[in-house]
């Protein structure tokens, strides 16, 4: 490889590119799948996890944006690995043939947030989300009602999934070391606790909700359902005072039904 290659397969910050390294880290994310799993991963970079997720799987889908790490990953992969190349939060997951049931990933920080979410609303195929990204994200992802990291996207990722922070991990397991420390993060998709074309006036009302989180979630809400909104939260236990961080996603979704003729 002459130097111009080299350089051009450097991890890319404006990818959010930190690839990994550590064959022990790689066993830990992998753990679980089994030769009946169709695997999703994004962001595979030069394929190291991906290698161990073709020993253990049936199928892998690897979507990767970055062209000058293709060359590698496509000389890296096994042959039940199939590669698609594009933007993990454009990428139309529907053409994936089989379907996957998993996500496991080194995911990209820059899209690790907005992809998981998306995954969850959008893919109801998987059902198993085992993935690294920032401590920090993960902590905002698991945290529960009343902690300072439960906000708007822990309850809505929370509506779909169970989640739970399985392991920290150090900087030195990756290529170049973030920054921060990070997290094996598991989330397994629960039983729906949505009736059908409830969720996005659940999410409407979730982002009313946090709008300001010094406000009592009662005047986030839009002004028509204001004045019932106190009966419907002291029907579920709750003062007129509440703020929108002590409601769980289970209490959004019965207000909501509660008040969805006003919003």
């Known amino acids: ?6 350089a051009s397969n450097r991890p890319k910050k404006r990818f959010g590119q930190h ?5 022990n880290i790689a066993r830990i994310v992998a753990s679980g799948v089994t030769k009946d799993d169709v695997i999703l991963e994004v ?12 020993e253990r799987a049936r199928t892998v889908h690897a979507v990767e944006i970055d062209p000058d790490v293709l060359p590698i990953l496509r000389n890296a992969a096994p042959g039940n690995v199939v590669i ?4 993990a939060l454009l990428f139309d997951y529907a053409s994936l043939n089989p379907a996957p049931n998993k ?4 995911l990209p920080y820059n899209v690790a ?18 993935f690294m990204v920032q401590l920090e994200v993960a902590r905002r992802m698991a945290a529960g009602p009343g902690g300072k990291d439960y906000g708007v996207y822990a309850a809505l990722v929370q509506l779909f999934a169970e989640v739970k922070v399985e392991h920290k ?13 990070s997290a094996v993060v598991e989330m397994r998709r629960r039983e729906s606790i949505l009736r059908a074309g409830e969720y996005d006036g659940v999410k409407r009302l979730v982002l009313a909700a946090f709008r300001s989180r010094r406000k009592r979630l009662v005047n986030n809400l839009p002004e028509p359902v204001r004045g019932e909104a106190p009966g419907v939260l002291a029907s579920l236990g709750y ?5 929108a961080e002590r409601l769980a996603p289970e209490d959004f979704v019965a207000l909501y039904r509660a008040v969805s003729w006003a919003l």
Request: net charge negative; no cysteine; proline share 13%.
């Open 84 to 87: 698609h190349e594009g933007d």
């Open 1 to 6: 490889m002459n130097p111009a290659d080299h």
């Open 239 to 243: 003062g007129p005072d509440e703020r």
């Open 113 to 130: 947030s907005p992809l998981i979410l998306k995954l969850l609303e959008q893919v109801e195929s998987i059902y198993t989300f085992r």
């Open 19 to 23: 690839f990994l390294k550590d064959p």
């Open 43 to 54: 962001g595979p970079g030069r394929g190291f996890l991906t290698g161990f997720l073709a």
């Open 103 to 106: 996500l496991i990933a080194n």
């Open 169 to 181: 991990v150090s900087p030195k397991v990756f290529d170049p070391p973030p920054r921060v420390q």
